[in-house]
T-cell receptor, first 114, second 111 residues
Framework: GAGVSQTPSNKVTEKGKYVELRCDPI?????LYWYRQSLGQGPEFLIY????????DSGLPNDRFFAVRPEGSVSTLKIQRTERGDSAVYLC????????????FGQGTRLTVV | QKEVEQDPGPLSVPEGAIVSLNCTYS??????FMWYRQYSRKGPELLMY????GNKEDGRFTAQVDKSSKYISLFIRDSQPSDSATYLC???????????FGTGTKLQVIP
């Protein structure tokens, strides 16, 4: 596709449920990033993939959060036992390589935990 | 203390005004400095990036970095209503991919 695609655009889930958020990066981009943006805040780094491997997962808040990128393209962010505090916009970005400063963002998935 | 501080605004200016947006930071390892624009319910889009100290100009936009003061600025000349958005400063250190964002400043340009 022409840009970074994230699905779903909106997700409402009940507290305690499991959710998966999908990111389809720009074709050929080897670097992929997940961020979380709470209302009135800037994006907060969660995890960075270079190819299939998570090169930096230091931003994942706890072990309920996990992300995969099995074939080096599409990535899935998985949240177990969701809590109301997980409500935020989850942004995905991709870039050509680790030395490329320009990352392109998707429109995000707005997650609401009720 | 946050690594990156940015006044959230909102900042309201008349069309045609010069806008000054600023961020301060505490991590002296930051070497790459970016400004993103984010429209409501959209992802951030990169406006400009600067490596180390200095100025960079692109059309109506000028980015300045003063590493000695740990202070960065974005100037918008001849502001337009279409510039109304949230402006996020962002920065990272060399060799790392983690980007640290400010909270964003909401700008409104009034026709």
């Amino acid at each position: 596709g022409a840009g970074v695609s994230q699905t779903p655009s909106n997700k409402v889930t009940e507290k305690g449920k499991y959710v998966e958020l999908r990111c389809d990066p720009i074709s050929g981009h080897t670097a992929l990033y997940w961020y979380r943006q709470s209302l009135g805040q800037g994006p907060e780094f969660l995890i960075y993939f270079q190819g299939t491997g998570a090169a930096d997962d230091s931003g994942l808040p706890n072990d309920r959060f996990f992300a995969v990128r099995p074939e080096g393209s599409v990535s899935t962010l998985k949240i177990q036992r969701t809590e109301r505090g997980d409500s935020a916009v989850y942004l995905c970005a991709s870039s050509l390589g680790h030395s490329n400063t320009e990352a392109f963002f998707g429109q995000g998935t707005r997650l609401t935990v009720v | 203390q946050k690594e990156v501080e940015q006044d959230p605004g909102p900042l309201s200016v008349p069309e045609g005004a010069i806008v000054s947006l600023n961020c301060t930071y505490s991590n002296s390892a930051f070497q790459y400095f970016m400004w993103y624009r984010q429209y409501s319910r959209k992802g951030p889009e990169l406006l400009m990036y600067t490596y180390s100290s200095g100025n960079k100009e692109d059309g109506r936009f000028t980015a300045q970095v003063d590493k000695s003061s740990k202070y960065i600025s974005l100037f918008i000349r001849d502001s337009q209503p279409s510039d109304s958005a949230t402006y996020l400063c962002a920065m990272k250190s060399g060799g790392y991919q983690k980007v640290t964002f400010g909270t964003g400043t909401k700008l409104q340009v009034i026709p």
